[in-house]
């Protein structure tokens, strides 16, 4: 009976601790779990950072990069066609839609120098869910499962699915790429690769 009560204390043990349950990095204060699920796939944290307005020293949001095979190569993160996702929780008090919406425009203008018509028209189709503002402790997912599309989910809630490698590229470059649009998302890029 003593073996019996032992055996059944440490599988509860073992479950309380199963991978993936426990969180693997806190950055400003938000935790980011080691790891998530896009669609069928398993993606790992790969790196975290904060995103900072540099001139006015503001913490903008905390973001974490998950990736179904981690790589600290920024073209790696862009183009290649795996499972990834991009978590971002919001650090400001509030961030205007209309602000939100240029942002996204300025950052895929930056990285996608030249997208095709069929790809400026899902760019706009992004822009244009970021309606409401993004309040402090609010969290955005842009999640890609290859085959299917970048899927939106914001506070929880899905707001579409958007098809195409090439746009999960676009997304992925605003804050991967060359060109990440200000000195803010530079240093957001090096934080995230320098956790990888």
């Not at 085959?147 to 506070?155: A, D, E, H, S």
């Not at 649009?181 to 934080?191: C, I, M, P, Q, V």
């Amino acid at each position: 009976m003593k073996n019996t009560a032992r055996l059944i204390l440490i599988l509860i043990l073992a479950l309380t601790v199963y991978p993936g349950t426990s969180p693997a990095a806190e950055v400003a204060g938000v935790t980011f779990d080691d790891s998530m699920r896009v669609g069928d796939i398993t993606a790992t944290l790969s790196g975290t950072g904060v995103r900072t307005k540099t001139f006015l020293k503001v913490k903008v949001y905390a973001a974490g990069l998950y990736m179904e095979h981690p790589s600290a190569d920024p073209s790696v993160i862009m183009g290649s066609d795996q499972a990834r996702a991009m978590v971002m929780t919001f650090l400001y008090k509030k961030v205007e839609g209309e602000k939100l919406q240029e942002s996204w425009r300025d950052g895929f203008e930056a990285g996608t120098l030249q997208a095709s018509p069929d790809l400026k028209k899902r760019m706009k189709q992004f822009e244009s869910l970021f309606t409401e503002p993004a309040m402090k402790g609010d969290t955005y997912i842009f999640a890609y499962e290859p085959g299917k599309g970048t899927t939106v989910i914001l506070q929880g809630d899905v707001k579409a699915t958007i098809p195409g490698p090439d746009f999960a590229s676009s997304l992925m470059g605003i804050w991967f790429g060359e060109n990440p649009g200000d000195g803010g998302l530079k240093n957001l890029k090096k934080s995230i690769l320098k956790g990888m």
